[in-house]
């Protein structure tokens, strides 16, 4: 392990739905070391989905602090915060949140177009991302000429384009079978272990628990161990 590389310091999130109030998260703290792969674990409405978008400044906390690479990034732009997402952080959703009018090549280009990177220089990596996810008959398929488990797959891919320092994962197999959710976490334990990527997933599945170098369980928006 070497330093930090995320930091969260007393995350609280409360959402106003009328004249209520719902506090998701109160006062979580956690540190996220460089090639680290944890997991948050918790039963729903425990706020775990809350703090990954928090991590991946998806969203802002009504108090607290993050820190990326030691840098405070609440306090800066929305346009850098932006930016910032783009370069630093990949991420992986429970319903694969794949354009449904791209190919599998396309979807995991497109990050990289974002950025500016050229078009032939984008196609060669998301060829050899796909490859490395085992998709290379796959390149020119749309997603709903894919599997649960192939669409996923070309989640995990997108989200390695840009080469992220962060991996985020809500859930990422919620929507598959178990067979297929296997495959899916073997995927996710070989970026860490062959390729030395820092991952987070967020789930309520136990079986990430024995893959995972630590974990971290949430209820009621508090760790609790």
């Known amino acids: ?50 703090l990954m978008h928090l991590l991946g400044l998806l969203d802002v ?30 991420f992986v959703f429970q319903s694969f949140n794949l354009l449904r009018e791209l190919t599998a090549l396309e979807n995991v280009m497109l990050p990289m177009l974002i950025l500016g990177h050229p078009a032939e220089q984008s196609r060669k990596r998301a060829e050899h991302l796909l490859e490395m996810v085992g998709l290379t008959e796959r390149l020119q398929h749309h997603p709903g000429e894919l599997s649960g488990g192939q669409q996923q797959r070309v989640a995990v891919a997108r989200a390695l384009a840009n080469e992220p320092d962060l991996v985020l994962a809500d859930e990422p197999t919620g929507r598959l079978d178990s ?17 030395h990527q820092t991952l987070v997933i967020v789930s309520h599945e136990k079986e990430w628990a024995g893959l995972t170098q630590r974990v971290i369980r949430l209820r009621d928006g508090r760790i609790v161990g």
């Open 61 to 90: 906390p009504t108090a607290g602090r993050i820190a990326m690479n030691g840098q405070d990034v609440l306090h800066q732009s929305q346009t850098k915060q932006a930016d910032l997402r783009l370069r630093t952080v990949g």
């Open 179 to 195: 067979k297929t959710g296997a495959t899916i976490r073997e995927l996710f334990r070989n970026l860490n272990r062959e390729h």
């Open 1 to 50: 392990m070497n330093e930090n590389l995320l930091q969260a310091e007393d995350l609280t999130k409360i959402y106003h739905r009328g004249r209520t109030q719902v506090v998701a998260l109160r006062g979580v703290s956690l540190e996220v070391k460089t090639g680290e792969f944890l997991c948050v674990m918790g039963p729903p409405g425990a706020g775990k989905s809350t």
